[in-house]
Antibody
């Protein structure tokens, strides 16, 4: 069974950095695109970033472009999200998600999320 | 690109719930639907407009044409109460709808 497990969340001050990790298991990690999606308390889903299965294509939401960096290590089955210059509005539950079977940039398996809180 | 969903939909148990996702010529895109029950992670319930992943009941179906995609839940149950999100791909970005809260009461 495909599973993803996020870690690395925490509480930081504005301007600080965090690195989120997502450990994948139960599927051939290198064969799938992956993504990060966040959800602020009481709000809807907001896509953050996606990376293709070979890492050649990387996309970011405008709200995080230039501050966040997504990467993958296919040898360790790990997806990462480096978050720099964090803002209060980046506070959210961050989900890691496995890309769908047909390369449609959808997500067919989600983790339980890791919480990021940015406050002064 | 933007997609628009109603904030809420209510349905009586056993009846049919219809949740819409509007967008300019959305019928030309693949639309995916997610269910998010309170306190839980989202679950993909429909992919590529009308396909159900393994394990999703056949009470869930989808369609997409023109400027509207639709998620239909037949014989709605209290366990279907959740937020539902549509999602498309727009060249370089994933786009989620704002979500629709489904109440079954």
């Amino acid at each position: 069974e495909a599973q993803v497990l996020e870690s690395g969340g925490g509480s930081v001050q504005p301007g600080e950095s965090l690195r989120l990790s997502c450990a994948a298991s139960g599927f051939t990690f290198r064969s799938y695109a992956m993504g990060w999606i966040r959800q602020a308390p009481g709000r809807g889903l907001e896509w953050v970033s996606s990376i293709s299965r070979d890492g050649d294509y990387i996309f970011y939401a405008d709200s995080v472009e230039g501050r966040f960096a997504i990467s993958r290590d296919d040898s360790k089955n790990i997806l990462s999200l480096r978050m720099n210059n964090l803002r209060v509005e980046d506070s959210a539950l961050y989900y890691c998600a496995k890309g769908g079977e047909y390369g449609d940039w959808n997500f067919d398996q989600w983790g339980q999320g890791t919480r990021v809180t940015v406050s002064a | 690109y933007e997609v628009t969903q109603p904030l809420s939909v209510s349905v009586t148990p056993g009846e049919t719930a219809t949740i819409t996702c509007g967008g300019d010529k959305i019928g030309r895109r693949n639309v995916h639907w997610y269910q998010q029950r309170p306190g839980q992670a989202p679950v993909l319930v429909i992919f590529r407009n009308s396909n159900r992943p393994s394990g999703i009941p056949d009470r869930f179906s989808g369609s997409n044409s023109g400027n509207m995609a639709t998620l239909t839940i037949n014989r709605a149950q209290t366990g279907d109460e959740a937020d539902y999100y549509c999602q498309v791909w727009d060249s370089t970005a994933v786009v989620f709808g704002g979500g629709t809260n489904l109440a079954v009461l």
